[in-house]
């Protein structure tokens, strides 16, 4: 790591002191310093030479951090941004049952503080800033979970759309044409955001820009002209929740009784691999098909709802048939009781 010099962490950050008390607060700053390191554009060694399981891990305080998770011929990326806590070693090797790589990349100019061992030994008296520590490393998984969900909507633009919204939570600045993205993404790390191919992306993009919801401007940023989405639909109050036991039972629980959990079912259909881009035919049909198999799942379901509130009205209609039969008859009765003549019978 590159030039780097010695600064108060609360200087440099201090939303990371907004629980300690205010008689202790310049205790804290002067006694909670860090190695503040400038990284250069370009690819990045995380933790270089000062790699060390013993230490905290490391602090973004600008800049961004792209961090690529390659298995076999698919990429994924996910931005590191200010304030994020990463830990780039470990106390133990990975087992490598799955061969993946990651890369880090510094795709502009950034600066990270090194929560060191001596650092840790001054933060046990701090007990406020760990604990905005440990809620900056649940906002970033969090925000992984949230990319997830994204990465399975069921159209690429839908996808794109829901990305901008969540960047723009943390990056956005409003203009008075929408919400400015100051990222220069490129379509192919769109892609590795969203699980989708490039041309695909390029697809969904200039069918976002015909309907005025997303711009790339002049200098390669990204302008949102729309309205938030991402709101739950009523398709979700159908999902269903899972009840599966997820691990088999162990051998001490069979020894003591306990009923095993039946075999899980199989899934109604096969699930195929979702190819986004135009690669070969047959990724093509099997992005095809699964997308029509989710289209015809949700219109059966929505035709199931449509039914079940036409049985609702017709029972409806009959019961207010059924009264307005009742309320003619008395009204009949009343007026033969004031006029002195029997109500004639009513097959």
């Known amino acids: 790591m590159p030039a780097r010099r010695t600064l108060s962490l609360l200087d440099v950050d201090p939303d990371l002191g907004a629980l300690v008390p205010a008689d202790r607060l310049e205790a804290a700053r002067h006694e909670l310093d860090v190695e503040v390191h400038r990284l250069d554009q370009g690819p990045w060694n995380a933790g270089g030479d000062h790699a060390n399981p013993e230490h905290v891990g490391l602090l973004l305080l600008d800049g961004v951090i792209s961090r690529e998770v390659v298995v076999s011929d698919t990429v994924s990326t996910e931005l590191l941004g200010p304030g994020d806590v990463v830990r780039p070693w470990s106390l133990q090797e990975p087992a490598g049952l799955l061969q993946l ?93 969203i699980g989708a191919r490039r041309p695909t992306v390029s697809t969904a993009i200039s069918d976002l820009a015909e309907r005025g919801e997303l711009v790339r401007r002049d200098d390669g940023t990204w302008l949102l002209a729309g309205e ?56 093509t049909v099997r992005s095809a098909r699964a997308e029509l198999c989710e289209t015809l799942q949700r219109l059966r379901a929505e035709s199931q709802e449509h039914i079940s509130r036409l049985e609702q009205i017709r029972q409806e209609s009959r019961r207010l048939q059924a009264a307005s039969a009742a309320a003619r008859t008395a009204r009949i009765r009343r007026r033969e009781e004031r006029v002195g003549t029997p109500a004639p019978e009513r097959s």
């Open 228 to 283: 938030p989405v991402g709101m739950p639909t009523a398709e979700v109050e159908r999902a269903i929740p899972i009840r599966r036991r997820l691990f088999a039972p162990t051998a001490a629980a069979d020894e003591a009784g306990v009923e095993s959990a039946a075999a899980p079912e199989p899934d109604p259909e096969p699930l195929e691999a979702r190819g986004d881009g135009p690669g070969d035919l047959g990724a």
């Open 101 to 193: 790589t990651i890369r880090e990349t510094a795709p502009t100019e950034s600066r990270v503080a090194m929560l060191d061992l001596r650092f840790a030994a001054r933060l046990a008296r701090w007990p406020e800033v760990n604990a905005a520590l440990i809620d900056r490393v649940n906002d970033r998984a969090q925000r992984l979970a949230v990319t997830q969900a994204i990465s399975q909507l069921n159209r690429v633009d839908r996808r794109l759309l829901s990305l901008f919204w969540h960047l723009a939570e943390r990056w956005g600045r409003m203009t008075p044409d929408g919400v400015a993205i100051p990222l220069t993404l490129s379509h192919r790390m769109l892609g590795q955001l």
